[in-house]
């Protein structure tokens, strides 16, 4: 991957579900892009968020593992009906 002509070497054999990597960049939306269409074409599912980290605009990337879902139930979800 490549960010400003930069080389960016993503170690995707060790991006283990659960660990995230940050990337400064500016315009986080076409960053975006290419780190979707390089997870897509390696069948690595990810979440991407645009953030602020320590005064720096970028992209936070997660691994995620496509059987959990991203968010757990309610609480109340696993209470019987009143």
Known sequence: MKIYNLPVLVEWNKFVPGSSFFIPCIDR???EKQVL???ERLRVSVL???VVEQNMYGLRVWRI???MPLHSSSPQGDLPPA
């Open 29 to 31: 939306r076409a960053m």
């Open 65 to 67: 593992d496509p059987r």
């Open 37 to 39: 269409s390089e997870a």
């Open 48 to 50: 991407c968020k645009h």
